[in-house]
């Protein structure tokens, strides 16, 4: 498989991002809850510099809990703000605006020791596309707001979003390109739909999904796929083509494959986290 990578969307995205950075003091990295590590992106780390920021797992209802806990408590050791969220789901999104005032604490207080009353904190949301960033720009705000920069090189003129406390934010959220610098990575965001899986073909798709629900969930896929325990560890091409004779009858492997991306992005496969804490040493 090669993923074409193309370098001018990373810098226009870079360099809109570095923009806006001047502008807020603090970022809201959205990550996807299944994906923290292939939904971020590297020349986050370079631009980001000493500014604050949180990190959401977002989606947190689609990923494997367990290891939602296991990536926050690794953030968290690096003395990374880190929390996770289901933002579709969660009306007021309290749990961000409580994150928000803590690590702000120290510029807190100093306008509250100057008699500065009426200070705003200002914050922008970053992330790469479809990991939630509108969904939650529009639960903070209150109201739908019109993201008319959920694009690379759509520039207009920046305005700032009121919420319910004295947050605002930046009514564009700043769209990082993933870094597709691995085989995994690519699989691991096609998968979940953050890129369009017209990059990869189908059938290598549904086999590397295979392999990973026979070495990770190997139970629901047994149950959901009624597979005998025979048939459970059959290598995962072998698997697949066991799946089309059986679903379609013949050897519509783009029919079968389709069904089963489908079914994982539907959540019939249960939760699931494609990344994996690094152990040290791994
Ligand atoms: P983006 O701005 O980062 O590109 O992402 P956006 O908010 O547009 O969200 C992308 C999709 O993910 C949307 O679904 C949205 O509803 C869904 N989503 C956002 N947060 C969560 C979450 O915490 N859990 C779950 N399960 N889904 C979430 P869509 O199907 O593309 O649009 P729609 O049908 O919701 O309008």
């Not at 226009?12 to 807020?24: E, G, P, T, Y």
């Not at 510029?107 to 100057?114: A, N, P, R």
């Not at 920069?149 to 769209?175: A, I, M, R, Y």
């Not at 459970?232 to 783009?254: C, M, R």
Request: charged share 20%.
């Amino acid at each position: 498989m090669q993923i074409q990578w193309y370098p001018g969307h990373m810098n226009k995205a870079k360099n809109q991002i570095q923009d806006r950075l001047k502008l807020v003091d603090l970022v809201l990295e959205i990550r996807d809850a299944r994906l923290p590590q292939s939904s971020t992106n590297p020349v986050l780390e370079q631009i980001i510099k000493a500014k604050q920021r949180i990190i959401i797992l977002n989606k947190a209802d689609l990923a494997d809990p367990l290891m939602t806990q296991q990536w926050l408590r690794d953030l968290q050791a690096q003395q990374q703000m880190a929390l996770a969220l289901d933002a579709q789901h969660t009306n007021k999104l309290q749990v961000i605006q409580s994150a928000v005032q803590e690590l702000m604490q120290a510029k807190i207080q100093k306008y509250q020791q100057s008699g500065v009353r009426n200070y705003k904190l200002r914050a922008m949301c970053i992330g790469i596309p479809n990991v939630g960033k509108s969904t939650i720009l529009n639960k903070l705000v209150g109201k739908k707001v019109a993201v008319t920069g959920n694009k690379p090189g759509v520039t207009k003129n920046q305005n700032w979003l009121k919420t319910t406390s004295n947050l605002e934010l930046l009514d564009t959220p700043g769209v990082l390109w993933p870094k597709i610098d691995d085989e995994q990575v690519g699989y691991n965001l096609a998968l979940t739909g953050a890129i369009s899986d017209r990059l990869i073909p189908v059938q290598d798709l549904a086999v590397y999904a295979l392999e990973f629900w026979q070495h990770e969930y190997p139970d629901r896929l047994q149950t959901n796929y009624q597979l005998t325990e025979q048939e459970l560890v059959l290598p995962p091409a072998k698997l697949l083509v066991y799946l089309t004779q059986k679903w379609t009858g013949n050897d519509d492997f783009e029919r079968a494959s389709r069904r089963i991306i489908q079914d994982i992005r539907q959540g019939l496969l249960g939760q699931y986290t494609l990344d994996r804490v690094q152990v040290n040493g791994e």
